[in-house]
């Protein structure tokens, strides 16, 4: 006989891996660690095979282990809304959403707004991250969707919903200064796209550069503008008031346009598809060049 999987430890597994803390998911789900150990050992007798490793302090998922999240996920959702339909009491739906700090100011609470209007009682989680970690997170089913930037004319997955350009960016106390030695850079941690596409350009045209600063967040790039340190490059959308584009007249190259793409996961309940055409529109409506 097939062995019949426990609802609530199926949960257990898909909130550890999502929280990267098994620890943590005890705390959420209002249970002991020991009785989430020993949901998890009970699974891993079931399947036959070892879902999870010790790394450090704690414990990751195996490939099997990931192959289960996976299921389980599914399994989750049907039998939410199976409860739903039916009237039973049910702990409120959770959807995960991704995006790049840029677009925090404006698509994420728009996002947010025209989703809650239609299910006030979903529970929504957004994430902030780079490129690679977000679509690492789609594609492993932790994200139910996210908006990423690739490179222009790159291919493979994701529906592009713009094109935007790449923009030289400068505190607007020295945007009129040219740069004649090297070009002191303000840049986010590798890897990221804007780096590598700055440090091409650059290399291209022959000219010489220094990095004055790295940071892993947007308001840090802003925080070494605002001191003065150097040039940075992003798009121009969600740019503050100080700070301005500097493309034309102080001596850099031109910048190649990058493609804002929505990534989607394999397996999504209908709540988020929904969120997924709400980020779908409201990119579309406040990023895209009209």
């Known amino acids: 006989m097939n062995p019949a999987f426990d609802i609530d430890a199926l949960r257990a597994v898909v909130v550890g891996i999502d929280l990267s803390s098994f620890a943590r998911a005890a705390v959420e789900l209002g249970r002991s660690q020991s009785a989430i150990s020993m949901q998890l050992k009970k699974l891993e007798q079931q399947a ?41 009491a ?26 809650a209007a239609d299910h006030p009682k979903v529970h929504v989680e957004v994430r902030a991250g780079p490129n690679h970690t977000l679509g690492e997170e789609v594609q492993a089913g932790r994200l139910d969707g996210a908006i990423v930037f690739f490179p ?11 094109r935007l350009p790449m923009r030289w960016l400068r505190h607007k106390a020295v945007a009129d200064q040219t740069v004649q030695d090297r070009v002191p850079l303000v840049m986010f941690d590798h890897p990221c796209l804007f780096r590598q596409a700055t440090l091409a350009a650059l290399d291209q045209a022959d000219r010489r ?10 308001p840090g790039i802003w925080g070494a503008l605002r001191s003065k340190l150097g040039i940075a490059v992003r798009t121009g959308h969600g ?16 910048l190649p346009a990058i493609e804002l793409r929505l990534l989607r996961s394999q397996s999504v309940t209908p709540a988020a598809h929904e969120l997924c055409e709400a980020l779908r529109r409201e990119t579309i409506d406040r990023v895209a060049p009209h």
Do not use: H
């Not at 049910?90 to 707004?113: C, I, K, W």
């Not at 990095?211 to 892993?216: A, L």
């Open 239 to 254: 740019v503050p008031d100080d700070i301005v584009c500097v493309d034309d007249g102080v001596g850099l190259p031109n």
């Open 152 to 162: 222009e004319g790159a291919g493979g997955e994701g529906e592009c919903l713009c």
């Open 48 to 88: 036959g095979t070892q879902l999870f490793v010790r790394k450090g302090r704690g414990l990751v998922a195996t490939e099997a282990g990931e192959a289960l999240a996976a299921y389980a996920r599914q399994i989750i959702a049907l039998n939410d809304e199976a409860a739903r339909v039916l009237g039973a």
């Open 90 to 115: 049910v702990t409120s739906e959770t959807v995960r959403l991704g995006l790049p700090q840029d677009f925090f100011d404006d698509v994420m609470p728009a996002t947010l707004s025209s989703f």
């Open 209 to 218: 550069w220094r990095v004055t600063v790295t940071t892993p967040s947007l």
